[in-house]
Structure formats: structure tokens, C-alpha cells
């Protein structure tokens, strides 16, 4: 069973910057795909950013040119670096990984808030 823990959260301004981080207990290498999801209060969780183990990436066209998806294989690690934050950033941040995007392990999540 692969665990996945993700940090990086916090509060920030509107227009800062956070990079979150999530950490497998096992080589991403052979993980299809791994990604990005947030869930807003009253909200679904929706996808934010995908990476696919060839190096496809996607992205929600709500993030595009502010978040970049990237997966450091050596480190079994990813990451989501967020810029130009703005309120409606504001969520529980999971990741998942697995054969498809719809993910088969996933993250306990972790918080950001962004201040107006």
C-alpha cells in the first residue's frame, strides 16, 4: 500500500506564493499518474493538476499559468508550486496517485488559506 503525505500548507496573502509537497512511501517512477486535487467548504473536490510518469501534465483552466505540477522521481516526491494565489485558492489540498487519475492512494490533505 503506497502512503502519500502532503505538506506545504498554510496561510498567505492574496498574490503570494506556496509550494506544497507530497511524499510517497515507495518509488513514484512507476506511478501512472499522480495529481493534484482541492475541495473547497460546501464544494466537490475538483482536479487542480495531473502528471503523467512520461511527463504529460494537465491542468484546471482555473490554474493555468499561476500552478505548476511537477514530480521529483528520485525524491519519490511531487510537488505544486501555486503563484499569484487569490481567495478562491482556498482548500484542502490532496494528492493522489495511482493507474488513472481518479487516483487508487491519496493524501490526508493539507490546508491553504489565502487572505484578501
Known amino acids: 500500500q503506497v502512503q502519500l503525505t502532503e505538506s506545504g500548507g498554510g496561510l498567505v496573502q492574496a498574490g503570494g506564493s506556496l509550494r506544497l509537497s507530497c511524499a510517497a512511501s515507495t518509488s513514484i517512477f512507476r506511478i501512472r499518474v499522480m495529481a493534484w486535487y482541492r475541495q473547497a467548504p460546501g464544494k466537490e473536490r475538483e482536479l487542480v493538476a495531473a502528471s503523467g510518469n512520461g511527463g504529460r501534465t494537465n491542468y484546471a483552466d482555473s490554474v493555468k499559468g499561476r500552478f505548476t505540477i511537477s514530480r521529483d522521481n528520485y525524491k519519490n516526491t511531487m510537488y505544486l508550486q501555486m503563484n499569484s494565489l487569490t481567495p478562491e485558492d482556498t482548500a484542502v489540498y490532496y494528492c493522489?496517485?495511482?493507474?488513472?487519475?481518479?487516483?487508487?492512494?491519496w493524501g490526508q490533505g493539507t490546508q491553504v488559506t489565502v487572505s484578501s
Open positions: 493522489s496517485g495511482g493507474s488513472s487519475v481518479q487516483g487508487d492512494y
